[in-house]
């Protein structure tokens, strides 16, 4: 399991460069690894990204609603975690571009598509791909728990830098993010 998380933290990574255009390639290359990393990562990075601009713009303001779990105790935290990535996705859309929202349309259905596929590999055992299928599951299952868990990470790892230094809230998020 420590592999497929250590994956998910430098994946995502790599996509909050792909989210600032810092990955040193062309637009289109970054679209293409966006969408990619959606797949691997079984979450809508184009979404993602439409709240993470908005995030830069009013940190832990009223509109931003990546820093919004930052501002609860730890067990609001915690549950909110658990729809955090949801609300995220619903307010990714609506800030989205026609172009962003058709790029996270396009990750929603490829998730999809791997999800019934590793569905379809598991219900109709082919002993041939049964390996694949495990592998898959596994993933999938990695992937949604990691998805879940990163609301309350962030809002964790923010309160956490905020007790340890006595910096302002705005300038903690502008250094770290």
């Known amino acids: 399991?420590?592999?497929?998380?250590?994956?998910?933290?430098?994946?995502?990574?790599?996509?909050h460069d792909g989210y600032h255009?810092?990955?040193?390639?062309?637009?289109?290359?970054t679209t293409a690894i966006l969408l990619l990393l959606s797949v691997l990562l079984m979450t809508s990075l184009h979404s993602i990204r439409a709240t993470h601009m908005a995030h830069h713009r009013d940190p832990l303001g009223d509109s931003d609603i990546e820093g919004s779990l930052a501002k609860d105790s730890w067990w609001q935290a915690l549950l909110g975690g658990i729809t955090y990535r949801l609300d995220i996705y619903r307010q990714g859309l609506r800030l989205s571009s026609r172009r962003n929202k058709s790029l996270a349309w396009l990750e929603f259905?490829?998730?999809?598509?791997v999800v019934l596929v590793t569905f379809v590999l598991t219900v109709f055992t082919i002993p041939t791909l049964t390996i694949l299928a495990q592998v898959l599951m596994y993933h999938i299952l990695t992937m949604m728990l990691a998805n879940a868990s990163v609301g309350i990470i962030a809002g964790g790892a923010y309160t956490m830098i905020v007790m340890r230094q006595s910096l302002a809230p705005s300038a903690i998020l502008w250094s770290t993010c």
Request: charged residues 15%.
């Open 109 to 113: 259905g490829l998730i999809a598509l």
């Open 21 to 29: 255009h810092s990955l040193g390639t062309g637009k289109r290359t």
């Open 1 to 15: 399991m420590r592999g497929f998380l250590l994956f998910f933290a430098a994946a995502f990574r790599q996509a």
